[in-house]
């Protein structure tokens, strides 16, 4: 299912997170921690993004977590489809970005660094 999503900064940094290794699964808290963003508002990110089509989600196995002692975790992971609209979303929000910079802050500063 093709769908179009808001590309907003908490949405680019979950999208960074999981675009970082496309192939590999991560639990909701780590994707938490690379986004630096917390749950509260990353797991709706990731139901947004599942309910898309861009991301996929499991439950581990529940005999690993009972062997750890620890809860059971949900693992997602982005598709090959969505990694691709993915990194055409984030260019895009970073171009469209980069083209509402007032035009003094790309202007050489002192010792020809930028403002």
């Known amino acids: 299912m093709k769908r179009s999503l808001r590309m907003t900064m908490p949405t680019q940094a979950v999208l960074r ?9 991560r639990y909701g808290l780590e994707v938490c921690e690379l986004a630096e963003l917390p749950s ?32 059971r975790r949900r693992y997602y992971r982005i598709t090959a489809d969505g990694a691709e609209q993915a990194r055409d979303a984030v260019a895009r929000a970073y171009r469209s970005r980069r083209q509402q910079v007032p035009g003094w802050l790309n202007r050489p500063g002192p010792a020809g660094g930028r403002l």
């Open 17 to 25: 997170a999981l675009l970082q290794d496309p192939g590999r699964d």
């Open 40 to 71: 509260g508002t990353v797991y709706p990110i990731l139901a947004r993004l599942e309910h898309a089509g861009w991301v996929e989600s499991r439950w581990e196995d529940p005999e690993t977590h009972v062997a750890e002692g620890r809860p």
